[in-house]
C-alpha cells in the first residue's frame, strides 16, 4: 500500500488547512486509515482515525472539536484542520491499520506515508 499525503503549508493561527491522503497498491478488504504527527523533538503522535466505512471516528484530546477526520471512498481521507495553534505544527502523517484493535497507537498502524509539513505561525 502506498499512501501519498498532500495539502500541508503556512498558516497564520486561527486557520485553517485540509490534508488528503489517498491509497494506492495492494488494496485489503478492510482498514482504517489515520492521521499522526511528529513535531521537532517529540514522538509521533495520534491525531485522528476513521473506520473502514466512515462511521467511527477517533480523535485526540488535542484537536477535538477542531479538526474533523471524514473518508470520502475507501481509499481516500481528509483531515480538515480549523482554529489552527502554533502547538499543531508538526509533520502530518497518513497511515494504515490492518486491524483496528489499536488505532491510537503508532505501533497499531501498519502502513506510513511520507508526511505533509504544517506550519502554523503564531
Known amino acids: 500500500v502506498q499512501l501519498q499525503a498532500s495539502g500541508g503549508g503556512l498558516v497564520q493561527a486561527g486557520g485553517s488547512l485540509r490534508l488528503s491522503c489517498a491509497a494506492s497498491?495492494?488494496?485489503?478488504?478492510?482498514?482504517?486509515m489515520g492521521w499522526f504527527r511528529q513535531a521537532p523533538g517529540k514522538e509521533r503522535e495520534f491525531v485522528a482515525a476513521?473506520?473502514?466505512?466512515?462511521?467511527?471516528t477517533y480523535y485526540a484530546d488535542s484537536v477535538k472539536g477542531r479538526f474533523t477526520i471524514a473518508r470520502d471512498s475507501a481509499k481516500t481521507t481528509y483531515l480538515r484542520m480549523n482554529s489552527l495553534k502554533p502547538e499543531d505544527t508538526a509533520v502530518y502523517y497518513c497511515a494504515v491499520a490492518l486491524s483496528d484493535t489499536d488505532v491510537l497507537s503508532v505501533h497499531g498502524m501498519d502502513y506510513w506515508g511520507k508526511g505533509t509539513l504544517v506550519t502554523v505561525s503564531s
Open positions: 497498491g495492494r488494496t485489503f478488504s478492510r482498514y482504517t
Open positions: 476513521v473506520s473502514w466505512g466512515g462511521s467511527t
